[in-house]
């Protein structure tokens, strides 16, 4: 069983309200009718309400058990601006300045996320990575002890023996371009524990490179690495997080056992790691596409990593069955681990990285 179909078990007894900005398009509406049939909670739909109706209806799909909020029409959006100018960046806005930022679905969408009214979020089906992430990195506050926003992509492998069975972590794919050795290290340990709370198994972290444990290579991108595999490995430990953290790795010793061996790699996590943290955005957004068109693998996200509420921005070319499978996770995320995975008391471990109040 994949761990969308895994994690959909779980969230039937423990629903969870997933907020749309772009409501009115196909591909979200279709992903919320799955959502609201296979009982996960309720999928909230910002937009147009006629417009909704109409897409609805073109596509055969019954609306109950979803709702449907416009912002302009909505009575909480005079609530929402008022808690919006009280925002450092926004005080200096008048009511109706304010109002008008609320008009915007996307961040009507954010202020539901960080007043309660929604459980998690997802965007960026029709806009820009920019204008998706823009709302969502101004309003959510970050977790405590997290200084980095980063993403997530989560690969479906159908082979069990890759990842944690077949379910494979990807980080950063689309946030930050070119990360510090610290931005790196945070990546690390945030993907790590949102995999762990997701899955329930050990994360175990490949800090990825073009070499694998040299000793002589003076390349700066290298030496960043490295320094950021030590520095996750100091802050995992700090944090008392149940996380393996190895680099710097080639993609090859990391995944595949045999390569591994024959490098004479130990440890726990070479030929057998479930996250892979890429130097760069440019390493990490082209390999995960590559994977994506050449082997036909299902991806979900990107899922936020590092904020204090779920969130995931995803991409303008994502189906309908990668916006539900995405909705499923950031919906698994707002459930507490220990009601997701209930408490063995002799392999607990205490909450890492609490959420920001």
């Known amino acids: 069983m994949s761990l969308v179909n895994r994690l959909s078990v779980r969230l039937q007894n ?3 309200r997933v907020v749309y900005p772009e409501g009115s398009d196909p591909r979200i509406i279709q992903a919320a009718r799955l959502f609201a049939t296979r009982r996960l909670g309720v999928p909230i739909l910002v937009g147009d309400r006629t417009r909704i109706k109409i ?15 416009e912002p302009e029409r909505s009575e909480e959006r005079a609530v929402y601006a008022e808690k919006f100018r009280g925002y450092q960046r926004f005080s200096g806005l008048n009511e109706h300045e304010a109002a008008e930022y609320l008009g915007n679905p996307n961040y009507f969408a954010a202020m539901m996320l960080v007043t309660g009214a929604a459980d998690a979020i997802v965007s960026g089906a029709t806009v820009g990575p920019a204008s998706g ?8 506050p970050r977790q405590s002890c997290v200084k980095t926003v980063s993403s ?6 159908e082979n069990p023996k890759i990842g944690i069975d077949g379910a494979l972590f990807l980080t950063d794919c689309a946030v930050l371009p070119e990360p510090t050795t610290e931005q790196l290290a945070d990546i690390a340990c945030t993907t790590a524990m949102l995999a762990h709370h997701l899955t329930n198994q050990t994360p175990r972290v490949a800090m990825l490179a073009y070499t694998t444990k040299s000793t002589g290579n003076s390349s700066a991108s290298v030496a960043r690495v490295k320094a950021a595999t030590a520095a996750a490995k100091a802050r ?3 944090f008392d997080m149940p996380v393996e953290i190895d680099g710097e790795l080639q993609i090859d010793a990391a995944l595949d ?3 591994a061996a ?14 892979l943290v890429f130097p760069d955005l440019n390493a990490a957004n082209i390999s995960s596409k590559m994977v994506q068109v050449l082997a036909g693998v299902p991806a979900y996200g990107q899922i936020l990593t590092g904020l204090a509420r779920p969130a995931a921005e995803i991409s303008r070319g994502a189906s309908a069955h ?16 220990r009601y997701l995975y209930p408490l063995n008391p002799e392999k607990d471990t205490p909450e890492v990285f609490p959420s920001a109040e």
Do not use: W, Y
């Open 14 to 16: 423990h629903p969870k």
């Open 55 to 69: 897409n609805a209806a073109r596509l055969n799909i019954k609306l109950d058990g979803i709702r449907i909020i």
């Open 133 to 140: 992430l823009r709302p969502i990195l101004q309003i959510v």
């Open 152 to 157: 997530m992509l989560i690969l479906e492998m």
């Open 236 to 238: 995992a430990a700090e």
């Open 257 to 259: 056992p045999f390569t």
């Open 262 to 275: 024959v490098k004479d790699l130990e440890g726990s996590v070479a030929g057998q790691a479930n996250v």
């Open 322 to 337: 990668d916006i539900f499978g995405t909705s499923v996770f950031v919906a698994a995320q707002a459930v507490d681990k």
